[in-house]
């Protein structure tokens, strides 16, 4: 059974990890089996456990250690569950969004670029997409689209920072996903799995996301850039296609995550 220790101050070291702890510092890039992340909410915690994360400890309203959440508690051993009253706990950034309960969890073990290959149809890749609202946002569209798994460059946000998480609804936890290596020649490496690539970018040789070519392939990674400049024109050379989506009133593009969410409509593969 959990042991349940009251917080009374917010300076309590017990709080550094959820407070007072930098995301690069819970990532811990030169020791990366002891990086940490922190999920928010019940249900992106109960996601995260399904997926198989070890869970370090938990935060919680008192009045969240009943009902759904006093089950995810239950499913996960003997760890500490810290409790405050709510004044304590509103002086920790976002906690208000959070439903009342946090996990620090430790990260798992990363996959590569080329296990999340396997076996896909449709991917999606991000390049230098930095900000991880729209991370987390492109994941969730892309786990309830149809998408089969997703690949970064190594310059992208995190998508186990902590407002991704959120914003994916912990879809990060559900749909198969890895970094390409630093240095990567990471087209070369889609087209020896026998992927096509349809680069997302204004061009005025981009056929419509909808287009029949694309609908046909039978492996497509669709490719996103970073918000502002895009996809690099090195990148746009060594793809199959440039896509865009058909616009109207003299709009010229959308924002990364609502352009992800259409071309995933258009493409998807269920």
Same mark, same amino acid.
């Given at each position: 059974?959990?042991?349940?220790?009251?917080?009374?101050?917010?300076?309590?070291?017990?709080?550094?990890?959820?407070?007072r702890t930098r995301e690069?510092?819970?990532?811990?890039?030169?020791?990366?089996?002891?990086?940490?992340?922190?999920?928010?909410?019940?249900?992106?915690?109960?996601?995260?456990?399904?997926?198989?994360?070890?869970?370090?400890?938990?935060?919680?309203?008192?009045?969240?250690?009943?009902?759904?959440?006093?089950?995810?508690?239950?499913?996960?051993?003997?760890?500490?569950?810290?409790?405050?009253?709510?004044?304590?706990?509103?002086?920790?950034?976002?906690?208000?969004?959070?439903?009342?309960?946090?996990?620090?969890?430790?990260?798992?073990?990363?996959?590569?670029?080329?296990?999340?290959?396997?076996?896909?149809?449709?991917?999606?890749?991000?390049?230098?997409? $930095?900000?991880?609202?729209?991370?987390?946002?492109?994941? *969730?569209? !892309?786990?309830? &689209? @149809?998408?089969? =798994?997703?690949? %970064?460059?190594?310059?992208?946000?995190?998508?186990?920072?902590?407002?991704?998480?959120?914003?994916?609804?912990?879809?990060?936890?559900?749909?198969?996903?890895?970094?390409?290596?630093?240095?990567?020649?990471?087209?070369?490496?889609?087209?020896?799995?026998?992927?096509?690539?349809?680069?997302?970018a204004l061009s005025k040789?981009?056929?419509? $996301?909808?287009?029949?070519?694309?609908?046909?392939?039978? *492996?497509? !990674?669709?490719? &996103? @850039?970073?918000? =502002?400049?895009? %996809?690099?024109?090195?990148?746009?050379?060594?793809?199959?296609?440039?896509?865009?989506?058909?616009?109207?009133?003299?709009?010229?593009?959308?924002?990364?995550?609502?352009?992800?969410?259409?071309?995933?409509?258009?493409?998807?593969?269920?």
């Amino acid at each position: 059974m959990s042991k349940v220790i009251q917080i009374e101050n917010f300076e309590a070291e017990e709080l550094d990890i959820y407070a007072r702890t930098r995301e690069i510092q819970l990532l811990n890039r030169h020791e990366p089996e002891k990086g940490i992340f922190i999920a928010e909410s019940p249900r992106v915690i109960e996601r995260a456990l399904d997926a198989g994360c070890e869970p370090l400890s938990f935060l919680a309203e008192k009045r969240h250690l009943e009902g759904e959440e006093k089950k995810l508690i239950e499913r996960c051993g003997e760890i500490p569950v810290y409790t405050a009253e709510l004044s304590v706990l509103t002086k920790i950034t976002g906690y208000q969004l959070t439903r009342g309960m946090l996990c620090a969890m430790r990260r798992p073990i990363g996959r590569t670029a080329i296990t999340v290959c396997k076996g896909a149809r449709r991917l999606v890749v991000l390049e230098n997409v $930095v900000n991880p609202t729209n991370v987390g946002a492109i994941f *969730r569209s !892309a786990a309830a &689209l @149809g998408m089969d =798994g997703i690949l %970064l460059t190594p310059d992208c946000s995190d998508p186990l920072y902590r407002r991704a998480i959120r914003v994916s609804m912990g879809t990060v936890f559900q749909i198969p996903w890895a970094y390409f290596e630093k240095g990567e020649a990471w087209t070369s490496t889609l087209h020896k799995m026998d992927f096509k690539i349809a680069a997302m970018a204004l061009s005025k040789d981009a056929i419509a $996301v909808d287009d029949s070519r694309l609908l046909s392939e039978e *492996r497509l !990674a669709v490719v &996103l @850039g970073t918000e =502002g400049d895009g %996809l690099a024109e090195s990148t746009l050379s060594h793809c199959d296609y440039q896509v865009c989506i058909p616009m109207a009133h003299g709009v010229d593009s959308l924002n990364v995550a609502a352009a992800s969410a259409v071309a995933f409509w258009a493409l998807k593969n269920f």
